[in-house]
């Protein structure tokens, strides 16, 4: 990662769990000196895909987005208006894996120049992330060379971060590489290290 001009190391884990009814996933990095972030998504699983009930980011203190689909509203611990809940709505770690598992069903359905298009929620707002196929591209990465595909969502306001990821076919599609840049030039470029199942 880059963090005000310096480079920077840290150790991510990302723990994605599902039994085909309902998905839990958890994010944890940890650097040095910067102390560690944990993102989770829990939800459902359902003719969407992953439907999310809560997304939860924590540093010294959590914040969390409540999806109430009885109500199709989106409130915020934070204090922020509640936001009307769209069709297919995510949060910023499950699209991710919303991506993945589109793909993995049937890739057929995205060839390159494809956008897709998600209500993402933070813990403080949702935005609306559009994401376009790009191109098929040869990574070197810790765990190995692997051939991924691409995708983008590039900056369309000021302030809006520059999102790349990379998901790898010939392992289902699972998202190998996730490099975020902000306007301020702050970035963390997540690369595949190592794959485990769960309880192993």
Do not use: C
Not at 46 to 66: N, Q, V, Y
Not at 139 to 158: A, F, V
Not at 179 to 199: C, F, H, M, S
Request: net charge negative; glycine share 8%; aromatic share 8%.
């Amino acid at each position: 990662g880059k963090a005000k001009g310096f480079d920077y190391w840290a150790n991510a884990d990302l723990l994605w769990t599902q039994d085909g009814t309902h998905y839990d996933a958890r994010l944890e990095v940890g650097a040095f000196l910067l102390g560690s972030r944990v993102q989770t998504s829990h939800g459902l699983l359902g003719s969407e895909g992953l439907m999310p009930t809560r997304f939860g980011d924590k540093t010294r203190s959590e914040l969390a987005a409540h999806f109430q689909r009885d109500k199709g509203l989106i409130s915020f611990s934070s204090n922020t208006r509640e936001v009307p809940l769209l069709k297919g709505a995510q949060d910023r770690l499950s699209v991710v894996l919303q991506l993945s598992s589109l793909f993995a069903a049937d890739p057929e359905r995205f060839p390159i120049g494809t956008m897709l298009t998600f209500q993402t929620v933070s813990q403080r707002e949702a935005e609306i992330w559009q994401f376009t196929v790009d191109k098929e591209e040869l990574l070197n990465l810790p765990y190995g060379d692997l051939h991924t595909l691409k995708l983008q969502r590039k900056p369309r306001r000021e302030f809006d971060q520059h999102i790349e990821l990379w998901l790898a076919p010939d392992l289902g599609y699972l998202p190998v590489r996730l490099r975020i840049t902000n306007a301020n030039g702050d970035a963390v470029d997540q690369l595949l290290n190592k794959i485990e199942k769960p309880g192993s």
